[in-house]
């Protein structure tokens, strides 16, 4: 009885130099094809995101005009943008609401402070865009 391999060679050849070419040209792309594939990764990276607060830099200024806190982007944000509960498995977290925000009348901080200490605060649609979180990704598909 002849082994397959045998047989193989018999009725086909050997593997000769067409064989080694179409090998090596087909090799050639895999390496862009496998960039391209995990490039999905970094390009449609989903990335936390809220309304965009039109007042905000103007309240970014007064709050560190005042010296109301060392981080005013979270202080304004706050203040802005309600929280959102994000249930695990284990526990409940809180992020920035990312279709909601407060909707405020004014760019002044502590006109805002005290509305918010109040808890009269009501929500509205975002309406002037979205925030993107830049930590991680600089820019990525859905950011755009």
């Known amino acids: 009885m002849q082994h397959y391999d045998d047989l193989l060679k018999y009725h086909l050849g050997e593997f000769g130099a067409f064989q080694k070419r179409t090998f090596f ?3 050639l792309t895999v390496v862009p094809i496998g960039m391209k594939v995990a490039s999905f990764v970094f390009i449609l990276a989903e990335t936390d995101h809220w309304c965009r607060i039109p007042e905000y830099d103007d309240l970014i200024e ?5 010296n109301a806190t060392t981080d005013c982007d979270l202080f304004v944000k706050t203040i802005t943008i ?6 695990d498995v284990c526990d ?3 992020r920035f609401s990312s279709c909601l925000r407060y909707d405020i009348n004014t760019s002044d901080v502590v006109d805002l402070i005290d509305v918010y200490d109040n808890q009269t605060l009501e929500t509205r649609t975002c309406d002037s865009g979205m925030e993107f979180d830049t930590t991680q990704y600089s820019s990525t598909v859905i950011q755009e």
Do not use: F
């Not at 007064?62 to 005042?66: A, F, M």
């Not at 309600?82 to 249930?87: D, L, T």
């Open 25 to 27: 040209l087909l090799s």
């Open 62 to 66: 007064q709050c560190e005009y005042i």
């Open 82 to 87: 309600p929280k959102e509960p994000v249930s």
């Open 92 to 94: 409940t977290t809180w």
